[in-house]
Structure formats: C-alpha cells, structure tokens
C-alpha cells in the first residue's frame, strides 16, 4: 500500500495520530470503490485516488484535531454524501458510535455499502433530511458531536447542527476560507438555537492552496422546539436576518 503512505505521514504530523496497516487497508478498499461507484452513480467530484487520499480521507481526518479519537462518543455527521467526513473518522476512532444522515438515496446505499464492506460497527446510516430527523425524539438533543463538510452556509448549517445535540456538546462545521465572515454572520442563529463560537482551527492540507478551517461551536442551552424549521425554509429564511455567502 505504498500510495496511501502519504496519507499516513500526513496523518503523523498534523494530527499525531499512527494510522496501522489495518487502517490503511481499510482506506485502500473504500477509496477503490468510491472509484467504481462513481463511473455510475456520480458520487463525487474528486474522483482521482490523490485527491480522494488528501481532499476527502485527510480533511476529514482532521476533524481529530478537536475529537478525541480514544472515547465512545457519539457523533452525527449530516449531509454525509459519500461518507464524509464520518467513516473515515470512523475508521480511525472504532469506539465512535456514528450516525450518517443523507438526503439523496444513491449516497446512502454507497455509505451503507461501505459500513458493511469494511464491518464497521456501531455504524447506522439515515435516509432523511436534518431538519426532520432532528425533530425525532431518538436523535434530538442526544449527541455530543454533530459534524458536517460543505453542506450549507454556517448560517443556515447550524440550524441543522445544533437540535442534535446534548447540551455541553459541539457541532464541528468545515468550511474554507469564508470561514470567519460565515461565523459572524450566523452570531444571529446562534443566539437563538443555544449555540456558541468557540474556536476557528485553520488547516494546511498539501498541496492545496486553500486554507480550510474547522469552526467549532458549543451547546450552551436548550434548542427551542420550533427548530430546525420544515426542510427548505433554513435556506430560503437564514436565522438571524442575514443570507451566508
């Protein structure tokens, strides 16, 4: 596996973390058919296995820069897509209880095709939009993580994020570099769903130009009830008066 040896150098220095051959195994066989899906399904943009290696497997690995890889903690990741980033954190962190949440059907059959595939337990992946199962009583306020990777601006994300959590949890959004003007503009819908900024983490991926960000916010109260509103009306009537770019 030595095209993957990049990724687990990577690994080692930005985030200290010692992938095995295991692991690395693990990768290989979902990177390849993340590659065969894709010629018929059109799962993702990134389709080369270099891009995949450091655009979708390393950035999402970063999120353990603010997750502890050793707990059992429960995290949500929504609007998964092919997995992104919570299969490959959950690779690396097996004690992670993870809950995939997908709105379009073809990524959600890859996602559990992988989850079987690689074995992963303690793995269940959703057919739904947020904005509904974040009003089920067996998800709302149950989480310590809920995480996500270009879905919506931060503004109308946490919208989605923020029902899902207990209260002393976090939501962990990636975004790029309208990372800080998308957190000022959603100080508006935090204040109203209980959440507030804790930090903005600012990651180098190599040989990407770009400076990506993860932007962690912390549960400080109870989500009213009337949120997350109906699916499409977060986007359309962003909280706080104010449209994220």
Not at 104 to 122: A, M, R, W
Not at 164 to 171: E, N, P, Q, V, Y
Request: hydrophobic share 40%; net charge negative.
């Amino acid at each position: 596996m030595e095209e993957f040896q990049g990724l687990r150098t990577s690994v080692q220095e930005m985030l200290d973390v010692t992938l095995t051959s295991q692991q690395l195994e693990a990768f290989r066989r979902y990177q390849s058919d993340l590659i065969s899906w894709n010629e018929q399904f059109n799962l993702t943009a990134i389709t080369d296995p270099a891009g995949i290696e450091v655009r979708h497997f390393l950035d999402s690995l970063t999120c353990l820069l603010t997750l502890s890889s050793g707990t059992s903690m429960r995290v949500v990741d929504i609007g998964t897509g092919a997995g992104f980033p919570g299969i490959p954190l959950k690779i690396v962190c097996p004690q992670m209880r993870l809950t995939l949440i997908e709105a379009t059907k073809k990524k959600v059959d890859f996602c559990q095709h992988i989850v079987d595939s690689l074995e992963l337990e303690g793995v269940e992946v959703l057919h739904g939009r947020a904005e509904k199962v974040g009003h089920d009583g067996d998800y709302r306020s149950g989480f310590d993580w809920a995480i996500a990777r270009a879905v919506a601006p931060l503004p109308v994300l946490v919208e989605y994020l923020l029902p899902f959590l207990k209260i002393g949890g976090h939501a962990l959004a990636q975004k790029g570099e309208t990372a800080h003007a998308e957190t000022q503009i959603a100080e508006g819908a935090l204040g109203i769903l209980g959440g507030q900024v804790d930090r903005l983490i600012p990651i180098e991926l190599p040989g990407v130009v770009e400076t990506r960000y993860l932007v962690v916010i912390d549960k400080v109260a109870e989500t009213p009830g009337a949120y997350a509103r109906r699916a499409g009306i977060p986007t359309k009537r962003p909280l706080g008066g104010r449209r994220g770019s």
